[in-house]
């Protein structure tokens, strides 16, 4: 039998949203959002991230205030689709609510934007639709960290402008105060909700909102935000879309290397070394500055050559190393030639593979030792008797 998490809608201003989540045990936690538009103070918002922290810590759910109905139906099917990915590590949950049947009148079309490149070639290629842009402080820039926030937040406005497009800030400790508090994987299991939190409550002027694909539909991994769960997020009020599945990364650079806006505002490093804008030097950046090249384009965010002692350097994962692979051969298409970056690439991928032939070495000579201690304890005691 699960636990129960509760949680308690707070009274805030038409800017603020806040919930008091009590878990298991007493403890609590106050997650808050704030905005420079009005934002919806219903429990519904709430639904999506409280679903994955209690299926992931097999805890029920119970709110005191009523849920879109729209949204509850959702979720249902959403557990379903988490439940198919992570058998072992998601559980069935029951959600407790009021349910009731939402009414906004909100008309725009807002797509997330950080800056990165998955939302700017949506923000370009959607312009037609999309009313409003919006970026979040509290995500991949932690709440905590306000001078690269500014820094981030300054040239989102600026590219906003010149898209032409208002834009819409929000700042959350949604993760800062709860989800990493719960440890819950901000990649694989949390981001998802966390943005359609964000879309929900931004339903008084929003119908639409999209959220940027992470990859393209020939090269779908499970994922945060995925095609297959993104939408059921949706209420009553606010769609849910999981946008430019038809293009893969390097497709979308290439589109973003013939706008000017892009590649004077791009932000891709989330490791941000030094404080800086993109450090140049993970491995976000690299792969980055390898599509770039492979569409022989150049952003005044990412100066400079590829650096060969940091590529060389960087420690990857195998999900790293396919990106990379893809990167050089797009600049082999493209007949760009850059032997010390292959060759940089290699040293990196070997030293990837040479990790994970340790890593199973120490856990086969772990099995052995324990074999043979097990042995020899039943050896002595064939001797004793």
């Not at 979720?75 to 939402?102: G, M, N, T």
């Not at 999981?242 to 490791?271: F, I, N, P, Q, S």
Request: a neutral charge; aromatic letters at 6%; charged letters at 25%.
């Amino acid at each position: 039998m699960s636990s129960q998490m509760t949680v308690h809608v707070e009274d805030t201003d038409a800017h603020l949203i806040a919930a008091r989540i009590v878990m298991p045990l007493g403890a609590a936690a106050l997650a808050t959002t704030a905005s420079n538009y009005e934002l919806d103070h219903s429990a519904t918002p709430w639904l999506p991230p409280m679903l994955v922290a209690g299926m992931r810590k097999n805890w029920s759910i119970a709110f005191d205030s009523p849920v879109d109905s729209t949204a509850l139906r959702g979720a249902s099917a959403a557990q379903k689709v988490f439940l198919d990915w992570h058998p072992r590590r998601f559980h069935e949950i029951s959600v407790s609510a009021k349910p009731f049947d939402a009414m906004s009148d909100g008309r725009g079309v807002g797509c997330f934007f950080s800056g990165g490149v998955d939302s700017f070639y949506s923000a370009i290629t959607q312009s037609d639709r999309i009313t409003h842009l919006i970026f979040v402080h509290g995500f991949d820039i932690s709440a905590r960290n306000e001078d690269l926030a500014g820094r981030a937040l300054a040239s989102a406005r600026v590219a906003a402008a010149e898209l032409g497009k208002p834009l819409i800030e929000v700042k959350t400790t949604l993760r800062s105060a709860f989800g990493d508090r719960l440890l819950l994987d901000w990649g694989y299991d949390f981001h998802g909700a966390a943005l359609a939190h964000v879309a929900l409550a931004l339903s008084r002027h929003l119908r639409t909102v999209l959220i940027p694909s992470s990859n393209s539909r020939w090269d779908q991994v499970i994922w945060g935000s995925h095609p297959d769960l993104d939408p059921l997020w949706s209420s009553g009020s606010v769609t849910v879309e999981h946008d430019a599945l038809d293009e893969d990364r390097l497709g979308k650079l290439r589109r973003l290397g013939t706008d000017e806006t892009a590649m004077k505002h791009l932000r891709v490093c989330w490791e941000n070394r030094d404080g800086r804008f993109n450090c140049g030097v993970c491995v976000k950046c690299i792969r980055t500055k390898i599509g770039l090249a492979a569409a022989s384009a150049e952003s005044v965010a990412l100066p400079g050559p590829i650096d060969l002692d940091a590529v060389s350097s960087l420690l990857l994962t195998n999900r790293d190393c396919h990106h990379l692979r893809n990167g050089l051969a797009a600049m082999a298409d493209a007949g760009v030639t850059d032997e010390g970056v292959v060759a940089a690439v290699d040293v990196a991928i070997r030293r990837r593979h040479w990790r994970q032939a340790r890593s199973y070495l120490r856990r086969v000579r772990s099995v052995t030792i324990d074999f043979m201690q097990i042995r020899r304890r039943l050896q002595v005691g064939d001797t004793v008797r």
